[in-house]
């Protein structure tokens, strides 16, 4: 007669089992997992800082979704633009530039937040201190850098390329004044070190990765210093992909515009993903706000 109770209850359980969600990807339990929110970014920094930082968003959005949500770094700019368009990637963090790429190749995209200092945003123009350079005062300034050596970042980075080549332009400061051909260093990080050890004496990157490799005592500031602030413009904004609403509902937008909003610099571990990504919050945006972006990038040949 136990024996028969037991066989019973097992009886009883297994439907129950049979249907309970499942996490593992066994589809043998006949429950459909759910597919993760893939992010990325475009690799501006060092990789490993990267890593830590979007790791740590990815972890808090997780909670706030209600859905799994994993990091997938990339190689190079061009890297995040083609895996968002593939739809290997479903949000990414873009510069100004990089966004515009993105959306025009991905009808429904959009751009849904930015950072509070995002709207307006700075290059800098930096010099190896033997040049003897002094600061600049105005664009006009920028004509002593004619026969000077000279490096952007990433060849598609709106504030390591497209914009201190539009600045440039507007100094009458073409890329062929340059000694020799400018270069491209590939990030943000890497042109720091460049003009620090004299490759080239002159570079412009972003202004707010400068601000805390300075804060965080990485640059040797007797041998490096800021030339020129460029006027603001719009640049780093987050995008999503509109696959995503087939897979988690059309609102989901505005949950992942309300989860990145609620980030929180009182609580201490939402403080630290901000301090990670130089925030103090988000904020709205929108694909208009990028139209200068664009326009600049048509004029230059990075859109076509």
């Known amino acids: 007669m136990k024996k028969f109770l037991v066989s019973g209850a097992l009886l009883l359980l297994l439907p129950l089992t049979a249907c309970s969600p499942s996490t593992s990807g066994n589809s043998g339990t006949g429950a459909k997992e759910v ?3 893939v992010t990325g970014a475009i690799p501006d920094q060092d990789p490993q800082k990267l890593q830590r930082q979007y790791t740590k968003l990815a972890s808090y959005l997780q909670k706030e979704l209600n859905v799994p949500v994993e990091y997938k770094p990339v190689t190079d700019y061009t890297a995040a633009v083609t895996a968002f368009k593939v739809g290997d990637l479903d949000l990414v963090w873009f510069g100004g530039l990089t966004g515009v790429q993105a959306r025009l190749q991905v009808p429904g995209a959009e751009a849904i937040a930015q ?3 995002d ?3 700075h290059s800098v123009f930096i010099a190896n201190k033997k040049t003897n350079l002094k600061p600049f005062k105005d664009t006009a300034d920028l004509q002593q850098l004619k026969g000077r050596t000279f490096t952007f970042g990433s060849e598609s980075s709106t504030s390591g390329r497209l914009m201190p080549q539009y600045f440039l332009q507007q100094a009458d400061v073409n890329l062929t004044d340059f000694k020799g051909q400018a270069g491209f260093s590939g990030d943000h990080d890497k042109t720091i070190k460049l003009v620090e050890a004299g490759t080239y ?3 412009a990157l ?3 990765v400068w601000q805390k490799r300075v804060n965080a ?3 040797d500031l007797n041998k490096v210093e800021v030339l020129w602030r460029t006027p603001a413009y719009y640049d ?4 999503l992909n509109p696959q995503v609403k087939q897979r988690y509902g059309e609102d989901f937008g505005k949950k992942v515009q309300n989860a990145l909003f609620k980030l929180d610099p009182k609580v201490p571990e939402q403080k630290e993903i901000l301090d990670l990504l130089q925030a103090e919050k988000f904020i709205p945006t929108k694909n208009e706000n990028y139209a200068q972006i664009e326009k600049i990038g048509r004029e230059i040949g990075k859109i076509k």
């Open 35 to 37: 597919k993760p929110l």
């Open 115 to 117: 950072r509070d200092v």
């Open 119 to 121: 709207e307006k945003f």
């Open 201 to 203: 004496e002159v570079g």
């Open 206 to 208: 972003n202004e707010k």
């Open 217 to 219: 005592k990485e640059v």
């Open 236 to 239: 780093y904004h987050w995008v």
